[in-house]
């Protein structure tokens, strides 16, 4: 099936540095989505990107689409410890279909953030 | 308040013995599904339903059941569990098939199998 590769899976930063996690498939995306989870919680829709190229932006944080529909990043600038949690990647097949429900997770990426 | 009700939160059961994990929304959305979550695997889709009636495979459906008699309820049935199947279960609601909507997830199951 379709696979979603996150990486890194773990990234540890000093309070007030950037941080970037990214979504890459072999396949054409639909769209993707990101979630946030934070620690002993579910995970919380944070955002959905649908067009190539696609950019926006939610106070520090910054998602990516890329032009092919094949990568996506999430950029976090000047990290707080309200940051920490794990980030997930999802992603709709470009098939049609039943398909359309399968929804395919990266695999995380961890954060933690020293004050 | 809108929400995705799991129950139980926690479980711990032997080998064999059937049991179900209830999800319920209050949300009218039509989709519903189950993932499991692993340590380094990210959250694993098992079974989906776009509605009512409706019910599809996901990436991980070997040793889960699911039915979707009702809209609001989509349980996650294990007919006869195996150490292999101790995760943490999150069941998640979509106004329509995901693919245009969030996920709302539910707190939770944690399970056990012995």
Sequence with gaps: GQQVMQIPQYQHVQEGEDFTTYCNSSTT???IQWYKQRPGGHPVFLIQLVKSGEVKKQKRLTFQFGEAK????LHITATQTTDVGTYFC?????????????????????????? | ??????????????????????CSQNMNHEYMSWYRQDP???????YYSMNVEVTDKGDVPEGYKVSRKEKRNFPL??????????????????????????????????????
């Design chain 1, 70 to 73: 094949k990568n996506s990043s």
């Design chain 1, 29 to 31: 995306l639909s769209n």
């Design chain 2, 40 to 46: 380094g695997l990210g959250l694993r889709q098992i």
């Design chain 2, 77 to 114: 049935i294990l007919e006869s569990p195996s150490p292999n199947q101790t995760s943490l279960y999150f069941c998640a609601s979509s106004p329509s098939g995901g693919f245009t909507g969030e996920l709302f997830f539910g707190e939770g199951s944690r399970l056990t199998v012995l």
């Design chain 2, 1 to 22: 308040e809108a929400q995705v009700t799991q129950n139980p939160r926690y479980l711990i059961t032997v080998t064999g013995k059937k049991l179900t994990v209830t």
């Design chain 1, 90 to 115: 999802a992603a709709h097949s470009n098939a049609g279909g039943t398909s359309y429900g399968k929804l395919t997770f990266g695999q995380g990426t961890i954060l933690t953030v020293h004050p």
